[in-house]
């Protein structure tokens, strides 16, 4: 039996990622959680002839994220206020990394055991923060905490076919470094099957990977930001791991984990220049992460350019998540 929570699942990544969840055959059981809306969420989806049974709270004096919590396996968390046009991943931070301290909290206190999978922005930061307070619970596995960057691969896949012809699923395109613009690096010269981009495309091409949230941010017109994309990717690693904690084997997705904690960690660790958090393909076991991968070393001198400045703004980035903890 599998218990899947989302916390934020009103939102608007909240909502398409609940279904996705919903109707997955790897589901038994899934607990709703957020502050508003989330009994009709609830009895929308228990509708659905799916495998799951469907539960859904809202805070209740404090005893609402206990109940959603109490016994999950899996706790997936997109909680938090979208990007509205004009703002960063960063101006998110000070409500966000609020939330996400204190979902985390209700984490160790009620599935100290349970797989996390942060999705709130800005997830440079937040990944850490979530460390921070899992630490101060005694509770902390590296193993079990992911930063869902796999929104940056979908992206990648999608672009790099519109350039280069073919289906978007016909490609696989490492990224590495954290989730938000510049600290976004596609590792093109890695494709699987190889592609030749062209060279008077490669600028634009890395640029729409890093900042294609912003695509979405302008069209939906200070409506919301990439909610149902990044329910799609949510998913997906969701269900990748989901996958490998029911034994099968050789899963890699590439995520945002804490590197000293991961085997095969302090090896990227080393080459990033002791960046403690950083995203590259990890793979996914019955214990969650098994094995952390080092593309690095194979980064041609154009990666490396954009590896440098992607290390400059995540360790930023993590500083800011491990004070804002720190200072509490």
């Known amino acids: 039996m599998v218990k899947a929570a989302v916390l934020g699942a009103s939102g608007g990544i909240g909502q398409p990622l609940s279904l996705l969840l919903a109707i997955s055959p790897?589901?038994?059981?899934?607990?709703?959680?957020?502050?508003v809306n989330t009994p009709g969420v609830g009895a929308d989806l228990s509708h659905i002839n799916s495998k799951a049974t469907v539960t859904a709270y809202l805070p209740e004096d404090g005893k609402g994220l206990e109940k959603a919590l109490t016994g999950c396996d899996i706790v997936v968390i997109p909680a938090g206020i979208p990007r509205k046009p004009g703002m960063t991943r960063d101006d998110l931070f000070k409500i966000n990394a609020g939330i996400v301290r204190d979902l985390v909290t209700g984490v160790a206190k009620f599935?100290?055991?349970?797989?996390?999978l942060v999705i709130s922005n800005p997830v440079n930061s937040t990944v850490p923060i979530a460390a921070e307070v899992l630490k101060s619970h005694n509770v902390f596995d590296a193993t079990r905490l992911f930063g869902v960057t796999s929104l940056d691969v979908v992206r990648a896949s999608t672009f790099v076919s519109e350039v280069v012809g073919g289906s978007p699923t016909d490609y696989k395109v490492p990224v590495v470094g954290g989730h938000s613009g510049e600290t976004i690096v596609p590792l093109l010269s890695q494709i699987t099957p190889s592609v030749e981009i062209p060279s008077d495309k490669l600028d634009a091409l890395v640029n729409r990977i890093q900042f294609g949230g912003d695509e979405v941010v302008k069209a939906k017109d200070g409506t919301g930001s990439a909610t149902l994309s990044m329910a799609y990717a949510g998913f997906k690693f969701a269900e990748s791991l989901l996958r490998a904690l029911g034994g099968e084997t050789g899963i890699v997705e590439p995520t945002y984990v804490y590197l000293p904690g991961v085997k095969g960690g302090e090896e990227v660790q080393k080459a990033v220049g002791g960046l403690e958090f950083f995203a590259v393909p990890v793979e996914l076991g019955p214990t969650g992460a098994v094995q952390?991968?080092?593309?690095?070393?194979?980064?041609n001198e154009y990666e490396q350019g954009l590896l440098e400045a992607a290390k400059k703004g995540l360790s930023v980035n993590i500083v800011k998540g491990v004070e804002f903890i720190s200072k509490l």
């Open 26 to 35: 790897l589901v038994d059981q899934l607990s709703l959680y957020d502050v």
């Open 111 to 116: 599935c100290p055991k349970a797989f996390v």
């Open 292 to 299: 952390a991968t080092n593309p690095l070393p194979q980064a």
